[in-house]
């Protein structure tokens, strides 16, 4: 399969590895180096697109690779309030298009299993909630499109809890203070080195359940985009990871 590669920073790097080990061809690279060559014609020869640049670039590659007809797959974030646009772009193009806050299978599993959690803490209201999230000082966006996503996943299974805000540790203090009972904390933190850790924490005045996923590196992330590359070809609409990996 022959690759184009949107974005091709350390994450791109790590996807380029893992995807020619799998046997496949990245046939065009694109950074801020050499934008001229983001063209329809250079997208055309390419199979799928992986997407993986910045908030302020990702919609003009999206539609970029619609107006090209080849599949593209986004893990940028940071972008989401755009979702219902690129999705009724999409379908005019008759895309092919697939999007997640994080690639990683042990990730997807986590968010499946915090749905299936926030469900069952939802007959035991004596528990408050919050979200904790660690990532590396370069991440751009905060909270993490992961972070949003365990939210999302709460709130929606939860009752008590009706949106969420976010707080950056480092700047904010304790703003948390302020927050009302129905808000959903996520507290971030962003700290050298560290790929990616999420906790949901369930407090009461006689225990705490704590529910962990933590990132050795970025390779998880990475696999996951490629396997997602692999299972988009000759597929039409619009999907998220987990259409890909069939959970309910």
């Known amino acids: 399969m022959k690759i184009a590669l949107l974005g091709y920073g350390k994450m791109g790097k790590i996807i380029e590895k893992i995807a020619t080990d799998r046997k ?27 997407e993986f640049s910045t908030p302020a670039t990702v919609l003009n590659n999206i539609g970029l690779c ?8 986004v893990g940028t974030t940071g972008w989401y309030d755009q979702l219902p646009m690129v999705k009724q772009q999409c379908e005019e193009n008759n895309g092919s298009f697939l999007y997640a806050s994080n690639f990683s299978i042990g990730v997807n599993i986590f968010f499946h299993i915090n749905r299936i959690l926030a469900k069952l803490m939802n007959n035991h209201p004596y528990y408050d909630v919050q979200v904790e999230e660690i990532h590396h000082m370069q991440k751009l966006d905060s909270p993490s499109g992961t972070g949003i996503t365990i939210a999302e996943g709460i709130i929606e299974n939860l009752d008590s809890k009706k949106e969420w805000v976010n707080i950056l540790a480092e700047n904010d203090g304790n703003m948390e203070d302020n927050l009302r009972e129905d808000q959903l904390l996520i507290e971030s933190h962003r700290i ?3 790929p990616g850790t999420h906790t949901v924490i369930y407090d009461s005045e006689v225990d705490t359940i704590e529910f962990k996923h933590t990132a050795h590196n970025r390779n998880g992330f990475a696999l996951g985009a490629v396997l997602a590359a692999e299972w988009i070809p000759g597929k039409k609409g619009f999907f998220t990871v987990s259409d890909m990996f069939n959970l309910a």
């Open 192 to 194: 050298d080195s560290v």
């Open 24 to 50: 496949h061809e990245i046939v065009l690279k694109i950074d801020f180096n050499n934008l001229h060559e983001l063209t329809v014609e250079n997208l055309q020869k390419a199979d799928v697109a992986i």
């Open 66 to 73: 619609f107006k090209a007809g080849i599949p593209v797959v």
